[in-house]
């Protein structure tokens, strides 16, 4: 370990952080800072802001918008332990070696190449009523699922498609290489003390990918919370009615759509809670890592 | 190496046709595109998911030229490449000072820029529009370019921050002793040996960059600005239920992705591990 606390470098590494300090002050710290400020005011998003206190917030909490919004974004989450633990089974599974498995890693890592705008618009034509998956369903079982129709089906077809199966092929690169450093030495053991798969899966294979595990969930956390709106705006557009807007569709929809941008700070300090808390969790794991 | 396994050949089998059906299961939506977009209207209303019986080249056409496709595409084509050069200019520099240098404020301001690294674009956008009007680069390359910038600079930042701090202090403390001061250290000898992890980030900053799309939605107003991204967002609004045209327009838009993937797949398999696992 180095020692540190030796003088300094002078200046050098502020001149260095210079244009990364500027950018975040301007295009985050600042935008946040102000979003506080508009979220107590009457705000169409240009012309003068009137301070009203609280209403905006009090009007918050009386609008079923705001709690579908709210709900909807904690059943999406409810997808990210099922995710995970699908996603690591079947990490477990491959890691003693598949047939074609670089084929197939390339092929299920396609939709994290090709981003939520373009996978969107693929599933809002692949998942529509009368679209392919339903072709198929109808020749099977006689009538279709209605995935972007009907509402609680709706929702459930976003947690199911973003949470758990177009981040499939990230994860499993992702378990796979955590896997990977495990001392081959401990699986041999658990082989000769007659540990089948599933005994080794949980005695083995998930206490030593842990901290990966704990990545994976925030990762996902973050992509819930903070990353999907391009998905939904692509797929659902937050219908039908409300059923899929989540807090960030919302403020979308508050601040873009009908101009009231004073009310959809307020959704945003919400959003913005939630984040901080995701925040810090996140970094206090990197922090543990590091020490 | 051979491991030691746990599974018999039943086992086996059974996991390698799980893995076939995941694999043709996320084929089926992207087959179901490519065979639409080579469709008429009134073969795809007829015939949504056999293969095209006689294959028409006019949705590209349409999509391309009328859907404006061609012209996003270059609009992308300019703003990513510009904005990638100064995210990795910045990230860059930044991930050296953190890293490597010694100054009073190290730790306060990585934290910051860790805490800042995660919140969505939504809560920012209508204070960064503003700050985009305010500066009149509303409907500009630039506009988008430092938005872009500031907002995925953070991880990049992080990721170089971590491989820094890595590398041994001998080949700062010999160049120190040659007199080299710390701006000819990073660009001599810090920036060089980090080439691999610079191409990580600059994939991962390509492909976020490529396929953003609040702050382009919203910066980039008028229909000659947009990126591709933006076009095939707005385009399913646009086309209404031209299936066949939207789904040429989709294989056009994916054409980048996936060859940036087959020329660079090593990068974006670093990139995924990068973020968190050591070593």
Known sequence: MHKRGLGSDGAAPYVLLFPLIILLAAFILYPVAMNLFSSFT?????????????????????????????????????????????????????????????????????PNLLGYVIMGVIFSIYLRDDGALNVLIKAAAGSPLHFLIDPVLAINTIGFSLVVWLHLGFGLIYFLAAMNSIEPSIYEAALVDGAGFWKTFTNVTVPSVRFAIEFFVVFNFIEVFARMFPFIYTLTQGGPGYSTFTLEYGIFAQAFQKFQVGYASAWSMVLFIFCAVISTLQIRMMRRREA | MKKSSVFTLGTRVTVQVLMIVLVLASLLPLYNIVS????????????????????????????????????YTLNSFLFVPAALLLYIAVCVSAGYAFGKLRFALRTPLFLLVLFLSIFPQLLLATQVFKMISSLHLTNTGLGVILSWVAYFAPFGTYIMTTFFAEMPYELIESARIDGAGPYRILLTIMAPLAQPMIATIAIIGFQAMWNELPFSLLILQEQAQRTLTVGIALMKGEFGLRVPILSAALVIAMIVPLAIFLFFQRYITLGVTAGAIKG
Not at chain 2, 36 to 41: D, E, L, N, P, R
Not at chain 2, 48 to 58: A, E, H, K
Not at chain 2, 59 to 70: T, V
Request: no cysteine; proline share 4%; glycine share 6%.
């Open chain 1, 42 to 110: 009457q705000w169409k998003g240009y012309g003068p802001q009137k301070w009203i206190g609280f209403d905006n917030y009090v009007k918050m909490f009386q609008d079923t918008a705001f709690w579908t919004s709210l709900q909807n974004t904690l059943v999406l989450a409810l997808y990210i332990p099922i995710g995970t633990f699908f996603t690591l089974l079947i990490a477990a599974l491959i890691r003693e070696g598949i047939k074609g498995w670089k084929v197939y890693r390339a092929i299920l890592y396609v």
């Open chain 2, 36 to 71: 639409a977009s080579f469709k008429t209207a009134d073969e795809f209303t007829s015939n949504p998911i056999s293969l095209p019986q006689t294959v028409t080249w006019d949705n590209y056409h349409y999509a391309a030229i009328s859907g404006k496709l061609l012209a």
